[in-house]
Nanobody
Framework: QAQMVESGGGLVQAGGSLRLSCTAP????????VGWFRQAPGKEREFVAA????????TYNDAVRGRFTISRDNNKNRVSLEMNGLKPEGTAVYYC???????????WGQGTQVTVSS
């Protein structure tokens, strides 16, 4: 059973922006570190960004550092990923989860599709 719900994906031209959101219905997302991950067609799922439960420390994949920003609003039980300067190689299904993943057990969510056209 998936613990996370992702939203905000879509089709965007290269150089464009999207903002992804992650919620955890019925769970206290504010109490755990959270990460964003992505899986492109034919590739392994990879780490994109993470944020501590307090929000004071963030980490990024080198491929997105400087263009993506992870943030959280613990009052709203939500974690966001602001993506700017999107590139075609960023086309993937994006997932959020605890960091490390599956700390609550269960399974990955359905993710949200991001497609970047050249």
């Amino acid at each position: 059973q998936a613990q996370m719900v992702e939203s905000g994906g879509g089709l965007v031209q290269a150089g464009g922006s999207l903002r992804l959101s992650c919620t955890a219905p019925g769970r206290a997302l504010s109490t755990v570190p959270v990460g964003w991950f992505r899986q492109a067609p034919g590739k392994e799922r990879e780490f994109v960004a993470a944020i501590t439960w307090t929000g004071t420390t963030t980490t990024y994949n080198d491929a997105v550092r400087g263009r993506f920003t992870i943030s959280r609003d613990n009052n709203k039980n939500r974690v966001s990923l602001e993506m700017n300067g999107l590139k075609p190689e960023g086309t993937a299904v994006y997932y959020c989860n605890t960091n490390p993943p599956l700390l609550w057990g269960g399974d990955w969510g359905q993710g949200t599709q991001v497609t970047v056209s050249s």
